[in-house]
């Protein structure tokens, strides 16, 4: 079946795309409802802070204030997810709460009859604080013992994790090699700010949010335990999302539920939606890492040990570290055949601005501080990187360690050779061209990334497809769509299974009242998990369509095919029916049956499969100015089977550009906590002319356990640009940055360091 | 201070509004008309989501206050192409795997088709540097930019415009 795909591995338009390019997709910023009230925050201007009085009378008597909400008036209920098993232990997030912990840190909230009434009732609010001291640096909030961000302390969280002999490991190593890595506070930054949500509490008393999240089903479980209602009293619909990359991995401190409230007081539609600027300083960012690492290998070149000691910094409030912490081991470390490893880490609390999720979820920081390591271990022993990589890489046949499963397909071996073709690695690398004072130089790093979630997190996938009377088909699906395109992909799948043209296939809204169970948009999964449960789900109408047309043919149900739209004896095509005339028939014609043909699945993968991938990239330093040019970028994925190849060349350069952003640009600083680069004119996205020329490279290892072979994508494309970057320059002018993002002062600092030391 | 008299042309059609002196273009185009398909990525000018064409050329409706549009001819992403007869650009956009998240798209969109009335075939270089106003999050700027090559010349090969 895989060899004659109609639909899969075809590169069709988005089924929202005409939506998209006439400006009739409605984002959650773009929605109204008939007596809505708009509400805004109040914000701490402090890093750390209690909140000693609030006195809101002015602005109570303002016109057009129709409630507000402080710690006075809100129950101390958790406004982050504790649901995933990761978090349940971290009740540290309030909706609101009498301690500040980061500039920005919600304090009340107004909803007015407009945002300009509620911004002018914010200024007439008076907060009286008592300022308590702040830290901003991990390493002292560990030893500070006075100065306590949370009740229990500084410490998030703290693990250490160790496989093998990692003493002897090192005892045994000819060569071992320690180092320092840093890696900056990025953000995520979609074009739709982080932050929008439109609550109603309607007549009937049950809660309807819309909310731009990766989360749908889990967020609402969490709105009605915050709020005290069953599940089936609230609705969570997810409109179209202008991007997410991890930045939506759940409620949003202060949104969803302070609307949700706002709204259960006033009887009132009430909408939020913060601006760009509190997106930067007020929604979550990358986790900033310090990681030492030391690494040990052999002579020939094989790794022996590792060891590694990570500190993230959380900020003044965090989701997801502890998974971040587990995939910078699982994924991270993992990537390798070290048999010996020890790993620890601890996520520390500052009075810096919120992390959580972001695009490669740990990976790309441990990446990059292991990528750098493999890269002087290659060259102390005159290997080339390449085949150093596919010397240590963990791969086909092998068993993941902390996961325990076994690797079933591996295109890292494809990804390096094509890679390196494409790139031309061998001519780039040996010329290291020098025109005047630019130095040119290559590098290169590969990357393992996980498929979901399954056995890690709970990571539920379903799906239900109904056959329509004309043959169209209906598929409803959880897995939200930020972007990236998985209604398509899922639509596509369906289509395959049930051999209809694409086009007939229409996916639902996300909706938590209509679309089943989903474990969220988040660790490359839906082609993956959601992909297995629609055709699942579609088989299983498939199933039951072929045993109705058996009947009307009065042939065995082993002898049909579908294909587009037409069912027919495989042994005798003369015998065929129109799908479309057999629903028909089943649904309105035969009035001893009239059903309609429908199909469900509901659970968990079955594997949480690696993907693997490699970037390359060509760089132009100039060691006057410091400026890094970068002039190639080659990245070659293994998705196991790209359903919608175009849609997989979009993440791949959508995720190369993310990630070259990160490597030299992307950076957001901070002074005594508060950020200073808040706007697009000062945090620097890389823009259409700054673009180096992006070879993608699709390679298809067909995992076994996957939809049509597919696995991830997402994230990985992400994951090892950065260390492709660093090791290029390395390359270019022998100078190891170990500290991102990489600056232009940053590259003269090392370029002095380097003329002292020689 | 009260509201001031204005009238403008959006999408072929007549609007005589009473706005505020501080009220803005892309507020106007959004909560009095409306017009949601033009995008508020930032306010500030930096991230052109809320890119419109006035009198022909692309403005970032952000930072037009929207006294300014009076007696202009404003084309917004709903004035460009129906769903059903769609505009050489979105067809491409729409062909060429040009969007993800859609964000960003409108205001893509209406910078480039400024561009092409300026320009009709301009080079790639051309092309990033005129569309470097418009930040785009997911493509990496890849396909966008082909996508827009492509619609220059389907509309020098004679589709429709």
């Known amino acids: 079946m895989n060899d004659q795909c109609m639909t899969v591995g075809r590169s069709v338009p988005r089924i929202d795309a005409v939506e998209k390019v006439t400006g009739n997709a409605r984002f959650a910023p773009d929605l109204k409802m008939e007596g809505m009230l708009h509400a805004r925050l109040l914000r701490s201007p402090h890093a750390h802070a209690r909140v000693t009085g609030i006195d809101t009378s002015r602005a109570k008597t303002l016109p057009g204030v129709m409630a507000i909400a402080t710690i006075e008036e809100v129950p101390k209920v958790i406004n982050n997810w504790f649901f995933l098993r990761t978090e349940k232990k971290e009740k540290q997030m309030f909706l609101l709460d009498r301690v500040v912990r980061f500039v920005g840190d919600p304090v009340l909230a107004v909803a007015a009859e407009s945002e300009d009434i509620a911004e002018e009732a914010l200024s007439l609010i008076r907060v009286d604080y008592e300022v308590l001291p702040p830290i901003f640096d991990p390493f002292n909030a560990m030893k500070e013992k006075d100065i306590r961000i949370h009740e229990k302390g500084n410490i998030a969280f703290q693990v250490k994790k160790t496989y093998g002999d990692w003493e002897q490991g090192f005892r045994d190593a000819d060569i071992v090699f320690e180092n320092i890595y840093k890696t900056s506070k990025q953000k995520h930054a979609p074009i739709e700010p982080i932050g929008s949500c439109l609550a109603d509490y309607g007549p009937n008393g049950n809660l309807l949010v819309y909310s731009s999240t990766q989360l749908p089903h889990w967020s609402k479980m969490y709105l009605a335990r915050a709020l005290n209602l ?143 390591q493999m890269d002087m271990l290659a060259e102390a022993v005159g290997m080339d990187p390449v085949e150093f990589r596919l010397k240590n890489y963990r791969g086909l046949g092998e068993i993941d360690p902390v996961l325990n499963q076994e690797i079933l397909s591996d295109g890292m071996k494809e990804c390096l050779e094509k890679g390196v073709k494409s790139f031309g690695w061998k001519e780039k690398r040996t010329q290291g061209e020098s025109l005047g004072p630019k130095k040119r130089g290559a590098g290169m790093a590969v990357m393992l990334h996980g498929t979901g979630a399954a056995g890690a997190l709970p990571d539920p996938a379903s799906a239900a497809v109904m056959i329509n009377a004309d043959g169209s088909v209906e598929l409803l699906t959880a897995a939200a769509d930020e972007g990236q395109g998985n209604r398509t992909v899922l639509a596509q799948i369906a289509a395959e299974v049930l051999g209809i043209e694409f086009e007939k296939i229409s996916v ?114 100039d060691t006057e100015t410091g400026e890094v040019r970068v002039l190639k970028l080659t990245g070659a994925f293994d998705v196991g089977r790209a359903i919608n190849p175009s849609m997989v060349e979009g993440q791949i350069t959508g995720g190369g550009v993310m990630g070259l ?34 070879d993608t490279i699709i390679v298809e290892s067909h995992e076994p356990t996957g939809p049509y072979g597919a696995k991830g994508i997402g994230e990985g494309c992400l994951v090892c640009v950065a260390s492709s970057i660093a090791n290029a320059i390395y390359d270019a002018i022998g100078v190891r940055m170990k500290d991102l993002c990489i600056t232009q002062e940053k590259i003269l600092k090392g370029l002095e360091d380097q003329s002292q030391g020689s | 201070m009260s509201r001031i008299k204005i009238t403008m042309d959006v999408n072929g059609r007549r609007h005589e509004l009473a706005v505020e002196p501080w009220e803005l273009l892309v507020d106007v185009l959004r909560d009095t008309l409306g017009l949601t398909g033009t995008k508020k990525g930032c306010g500030e000018g930096e991230c052109g989501a809320c890119t419109v064409n006035m009198d022909g050329r692309a403005v970032l409706s952000c930072l037009t206050l929207a006294v300014h549009a009076d007696g202009k001819e404003i084309m917004t992403i709903e004035g460009l192409g129906k769903r059903t007869k769609l505009h050489p650009l979105q067809e491409a956009f729409v062909n060429e795997a040009a969007i993800q998240c859609g964000f960003c798209s409108p205001g893509m969109i209406m910078a480039a088709h400024a561009l092409l009335k300026e320009n009709p075939d301009p080079t790639e270089e051309v092309v990033r540097k005129k569309i470097a106003n418009n930040l785009c999050r997911c493509t990496g700027y890849e396909r966008p930019v082909k996508a827009i090559l492509k619609a220059a010349r389907m509309i020098k090969e004679g589709h429709h415009e």
């Open chain 1, 230 to 372: 069953s599940q089936n009293k609230v609705r969570l619909i997810k409109p179209y999302t202008g991007g997410a990359f991890g930045g939506r991995c759940g409620l949003i401190h202060g949104l969803e539920l302070m609307c949700s409230w706002l709204s259960r007081e006033t009887c009132r539609p009430v909408r939020m939606s913060f601006t760009r600027k509190e997106d930067f300083t007020a929604t979550e960012t990358r986790h900033p890492m310090t990681i030492a690492m030391k690494t040990g290998i052999t002579r020939d070149g094989l790794l022996i040990a590792n060891q590694v000691d990570l500190v993230a910094n959380v900020g003044g409030y965090g989701t997801h570290y502890i998974g971040v912490i587990a995939d910078c081991l699982s994924t991270g470390v993992g990537l390798y055949r070290c048999p010996n490893v020890n790993f620890n880490a601890t996520a520390v609390f500052t009075n810096t601005s919120l992390t959580g999720a972001y695009r490669g979820y740990g990976n790309p920081q441990m990446n990059f501080a292991q990528e750098s």
């Open chain 1, 508 to 621: 639902s809204e996300t909706d938590t009242g209509i679309t089943p169970l989903d474990g969220g948009t988040h660790g490359s999964r839906q082609t993956y998990a959601g992909g297995l449960a629609v055709k699942k789900a579609a088989q299983e109408a498939r199933e039951k369509l072929l045993r109705f047309a058996a009947k009307e043919l009065d042939v065995a149900d082993d002898d049909l095919e579908i294909r587009e739209g037409l069912i027919y004896n495989r042994r005798d095509r003369n015998q065929s029916i129109l799908l479309g005339d057999l629903m028909r028939r089943v649904q309105i014609g035969d009035m001893s049956v009239n059903e309609q043909v429908m199909g469900m699945s509901t659970g968990i993968a079955e594997a949480m499969p690696g993907y693997y991938g490699a970037n390359f990239a060509e760089v132009e330093v």
């Open chain 1, 661 to 694: 952003g990160w490597a030299l640009t992307e950076e957001l600083m901070l002074s005594d906590g508060r950020i200073l680069n808040n706007s697009f004119r000062d945090y620097r996205l890389l823009r259409a002319g700054d673009i180096p020329e992006l």
